[in-house]
């Protein structure tokens, strides 16, 4: 089957511009996770969704960053007014919650580099 | 300080040779998770680790946990070219996993 899917893979951008990146979490997965990755920081947890449950926004980094999930399937993570230190590697991981394994699958991740 | 410290930062290794990588909680483990990653890629999950003195094994790569669930062990036995990569120990916190910095791995043919 098909695993986590993130888009795009690549995205440049200019300082002050908004964007939005995308994830397909595992179908049946309900727990959905967004993750950012850059140097200096390392892996650092931004906002968990898990089904209709109000999501856990407690990693994010600032008011400019939003994501909403729609359907319980799709979700889209938006940065507005972008800065250069936005730059990083964004990670989005799904779960299905009781399963044994209990594992987080992570998508290939989207590269944003704002100039 | 980081509540996962990883050791050691980076390692290179001749192909064939074991090696062992740590990560140490400053607090108790309730899930461990030993993941590795190419440059430009996703994580790829290796184990997950719940109970003291647990241990668990896949191919050539071996993790346990402490009895005291808060140090985790990676050990890999005769390293080959496609062992390299970055290695991420995390902890499970219900809602989300908090990562050590990882261990860059290096292997020379």
């Known amino acids: 089957g098909a695993g986590v899917s993130q888009s795009p893979s690549n995205k440049v951008t200019e300082k002050g511009k908004d964007v939005e990146l995308r994830c397909d979490p595992i179908?049946?997965?309900?727990?959905l996770y967004w993750y950012r990755q850059s140097l200096g920081q390392g892996l650092e947890f931004l906002i968990y969704f898990q089904g209709n449950s109000a999501p856990d926004k407690s990693g994010l980094p600032s008011d400019r960053f939003s994501a909403e999930r729609t359907g319980g399937s799709v979700s889209t993570l938006t940065i507005q007014r972008t800065q250069q230190e936005d730059s990083a590697v964004y990670l989005c991981?799904?779960?299905?919650?009781?399963?044994?394994?209990?594992?987080?699958?992570f998508g290939p991740g989207t590269r944003l580099t704002v100039l | 300080s980081q509540e996962l410290e990883q050791s050691p930062q980076s390692l290179i290794v001749q192909e064939g040779k074991n090696l062992t990588i740590n990560c140490t909680s400053s607090?108790?483990?309730?899930?461990l998770y030993w993941y590795k990653q190419k440059y430009g890629e996703g994580l790829i999950f290796l184990m997950m680790?719940?109970?003291?003195?647990e241990e668990k094994s896949h191919e050539k790569i071996t993790a346990k946990l402490d009895e005291k669930k808060q140090q985790s062990s990676l050990h890999i036995t005769a390293s080959q070219p496609s062992h390299a990569g970055i290695y991420l120990c995390?902890?499970?916190?219900?809602?989300?996993?908090?990562f050590g910095a990882g261990t860059i791995l290096r292997v020379k043919s």
């Open positions: 607090k108790t483990l309730y899930g």
């Open positions: 680790l719940q109970k003291g003195g």
């Open positions: 179908s049946g997965h309900t727990a």
């Open positions: 995390g902890a499970d916190h219900g809602n989300k996993l908090v």
């Open positions: 991981a799904s779960r299905r919650i009781g399963s044994e394994y209990n594992e987080q699958f």
